[in-house]
Structure formats: C-alpha cells, structure tokens
C-alpha cells in the first residue's frame, strides 16, 4: 500500500481500472476528508454526508474500467459528488412529498379501509425492517429517528467514538432500505393516497 500512496491520482485510476483495491482504498483515503465538507455544503446537512460519499465511491468502484480514460481525476470525482448529492436531495424532497401527503390524507375524512390497511402494512414493514437490525445498529438508529439525537450525543450516550455511531447509523439505513424492497414497500406505494 505504501507504494500506492506515491502515485498521482491518474495512476491510482489506472491501477483501479485494473481492479487493484489498494489503490482503491488509498484514493478514498485521500479524498474522503475533502469530500466530506464539500458534501455537507451541497446537501445542507451534516447528518448523511457519509452515505453520499459512500454511494460515489461505490459508483467509483462500480464503475472503474472508465477511470482509465479519465485525464483529470479530481474533476471527474468531484462530477459524480455533485451528481450524487443532487440524487440525494431528489431522493429527500420525494420523501417530503409523500410524507407531506400523508399527513394531509391523514387530516382528511374518511381514510378507506385499503388506505388503512396500507398505513397499518408500511407501518408493520417499518417495524420488521428495524428489528432485523443488529441489535447496536438498531439502538444507534433509535437514538437518532425516535429520540432525534446527534451523533455525538449518541457518541457520548453511548459512550463510542463518532464514527463508530454513523457507521452504524449508515449500515442500519442500508439494511432498512434493502429489507424494504425485498419485503416490498414499493406495492403499498401504488395506492392511491400516496401518489
């Protein structure tokens, strides 16, 4: 690993074009900490840079047989950050939306039972899909959605290191999102009152 630290950042792609996760690792390691506040500025938000981030190096990643042909690195990563929080904010204003929806729907007469029986469905989901959590990513979670504490004051209350609290906050997110589609959110979201 040492030796990949020398290289400049258009090697490094080479070598990751090549599927050498070494220089994979090094690359992330050399931008993530400048990453991180540009992030936080797009997205306005110090709560979930860590997931943009994670999602442009996977993309990266994902990605990295075009790295080879890319002759200025930091433009190129700085594209995909910006793509990135912009799909994040899309991402955000949808849920606002539907959660706005159903609030109005919720304030109106009557609900019809389909409606009913879908709250009472995405509430149940919701509900399996945190008690699938392991049991510190589901504590972490809790603390943060239902207490709306920081991560450092679960860092404190919890007596662990920051990062160990939005590692676990980013994993138990993952996980949800995952066991939601797999358990399949997306047909109770074709009723009518979410739309």
């Excluded at 690993?1 to 070494?22: P, Q, T, V």
């Amino acid at each position: 690993m040492s030796a990949n630290l020398h290289f400049d950042d258009k090697e490094l792609c080479r070598l990751i074009a090549k599927g050498d996760e070494i220089a994979f690792r090094t690359l992330f390691h050399r931008y993530n900490r400048i990453l991180l506040p540009f992030i936080v500025k797009l997205v306005q938000s110090s709560r979930e840079p860590e997931e943009v981030l994670q999602e442009v190096f996977m993309k990266i990643w994902m990605h990295r047989e075009r790295l080879a042909d890319v002759d200025n690195p930091k433009a190129y990563i700085v594209r995909i950050v910006s793509n990135e929080a912009t799909n994040y904010l899309q991402k955000l204003a949808r849920q606002n939306q539907l959660f706005l929806r159903a609030q109005q729907l919720a304030q109106q007469e009557p609900i019809t039972p389909e409606q009913n029986f879908a709250l009472k469905e995405t509430a149940k989901l919701m509900r399996d899909a945190i008690g699938e959590l392991t049991p510190a990513c589901r504590q972490v979670y809790l603390l943060s959605r239902e207490e709306q504490l920081s991560i450092p004051e679960i860092a404190n209350r919890l007596d662990l290191s920051e990062n160990t609290v939005k590692n676990q906050l980013i994993k138990a997110l993952k996980d949800i999102r995952q066991y939601i589609r797999k358990n399949g959110l997306s047909t109770f979201l074709t009723f009518p009152f979410f739309i």
